[in-house]
């Protein structure tokens, strides 16, 4: 293993840790209805828990109300309950084989409580980069140790990783701020 190696896995696991992240943001009620945020409803389908998006076609019926409409007949109250009974706090209604999802303005309290979250999810975010810095400078530590590197090609390779790091935790700290944005405007 060498310090471009080392660089190059820290690289991956951090582009990583920000994917992570920007799947949990995209989680995050804002207000708006989109048709993501029903994405983790899972439905009993004969048995098996299956993705909403697998039994029904999700729409946009206007700017604050979802439809689903399930591709059986008989899965519409199987849907529509498993919608209910989720943690989102909708309240569906069905309209013959059709279910709209009205998505509730938030309040004020809501969307800081909300904006809370979403810091706590970018500080989890920034720990896992940081612990990814942590185990590629002991890394190169290793390398200069069994004499793979030398002591000079280790400092340089820990500035490029703190670099990589600099910059990773800027990228977290942009997608938060427009997470935030996105979440007080009313």
């Not at 029903?38 to 979802?66: C, E, F, K, W």
């Not at 979250?117 to 989890?124: R, T, Y």
């Amino acid at each position: 293993m060498s310090t471009a190696d080392v660089k190059k896995n820290a690289e991956q696991k951090m582009n990583k840790s920000i994917e992570t992240l920007k799947a949990n943001l995209s989680k995050v009620r804002t207000g708006r209805a989109h048709v993501g945020i029903l994405d983790h409803v899972m439905v009993d389908y004969y048995g098996s828990p299956t993705a909403i998006n697998q039994v029904a076609n999700v729409t946009l019926i206007d700017a604050r109300t979802i439809g689903v409409q399930p591709w059986e007949k008989k899965m519409v109250a199987v849907v529509e309950k498993a919608i209910r009974e989720s943690d989102l706090g909708f309240n569906p209604s069905t309209q013959g084989d059709l279910i709209r999802v009205p998505t509730p303005p938030l309040t004020e309290e809501r969307r800081k409580e909300i904006v809370k979250l979403v810091k706590g999810e970018a500080e989890d975010a920034k720990v896992a980069v940081r612990n990814i810095r942590r185990d590629a400078n002991e890394a190169l530590k290793k390398l200069v140790k069994d004499k793979a590197c030398s002591e000079d090609d280790e400092r340089r390779a820990q500035d490029d990783v703190q670099k990589l790091t600099d910059k990773f935790v800027a990228e977290i700290d942009k997608l938060i701020s427009e997470k935030e944005k996105e979440i007080m405007t009313v």
